[in-house]
């Protein structure tokens, strides 16, 4: 049984699952889907046509399934999905998507420090920290285990790939391909993110593939579409292949 405060306003139709915690003056809307053993600390809302997984807390004053900032929406009903064991801190904003062909999508295990916002259609996997006061402008994917840092904000459509770490204080206008790491505005890329990936349990062969892949595109002195000739004649591993593909379709084009 899930434990309400008397000042809690859950509308009619919102369905919240078993052992929910919800705090004080939260505000729970008609199309809300609440998993189990969610905790919503002091004034959350959740609003639209929002479904939230299993075993996430959601600290004060988050805002999760309003309306897209978007001049184009026109009202219909667009989701917000958010997976199970996410920690979404004080102030976070995330909206609805401003299309019914495409949710807004936060997956698992995810950490979204204070006041980052997360627009619409943005698609976040798992496994990745997003610190204070970054913001995500509509349709931007970050993939699984990447790491940004605060003050940083993302131009729409940008694809920043699976283990890159950003640096605080960025702008990110470009793709930013996966396993590197850089800073900056305008944003560069310095390296491979070796310390992470190490930490997350990387092998030094898997690291040293990496870096191969990773030297052809940034240190030979090749644009990329040469670089990524030069790919057809190797016999990728499985970690230059993510590489690779994430290039290959980086339709705004790959960061310095």
Excluded at 16 to 40: H, K, M, S
Excluded at 151 to 157: D, P, S
Excluded at 211 to 231: C, D, H, S
């Amino acid at each position: 049984m899930s434990k309400i405060h008397p000042t809690a306003i859950i509308k009619e139709g919102a369905k919240i699952g078993e052992n929910c915690q919800i705090g004080p003056y939260c505000v729970i809307g008609e199309n809300v889907v609440l998993g189990d053993n969610n905790i919503l600390h002091n004034n959350v809302v959740l609003d639209g046509h929002t479904t939230i997984g299993n075993n996430n807390k959601i600290f004060a004053y988050a805002v999760l399934g309003t309306d897209p900032q978007d001049l184009k929406f026109t009202g219909e009903p667009t989701h917000l999905r958010i997976g199970s064991e996410n920690t979404i801190r004080e102030f976070c904003t995330i909206n609805c998507s401003n299309q019914m062909g495409e949710d807004t999508v936060v997956g698992d295990r995810n950490l979204l420090m204070e006041y980052v916002h997360v627009a619409h259609n943005c698609q976040i996997g798992s496994g990745c920290v997003i610190s204070n006061v970054v913001q995500l402008a509509g349709h931007v994917h970050v993939y699984d285990n990447a790491t940004i840092g605060g003050l940083t904000a993302v131009h729409q459509f940008v694809h920043i790939g699976t283990y890159a770490f950003v640096g605080g204080a960025s702008a990110i206008k470009k793709d930013i391909v996966p396993f590197s790491r850089g800073q900056g505005n305008p944003y560069r890329t310095v390296g491979l993110n070796s310390i992470g990936l190490a930490r997350k349990g990387f092998s030094n062969d898997d690291i040293a593939s990496i870096k191969e892949i990773y030297n052809l595109f940034y240190r030979k002195k090749l644009n990329t579409n040469q670089a990524l000739q030069q790919t057809e004649n190797m016999e990728l591993k499985e970690y230059q292949k993510i590489f690779v593909d994430f290039v290959r379709n980086a339709e705004r084009g790959i960061s310095n």
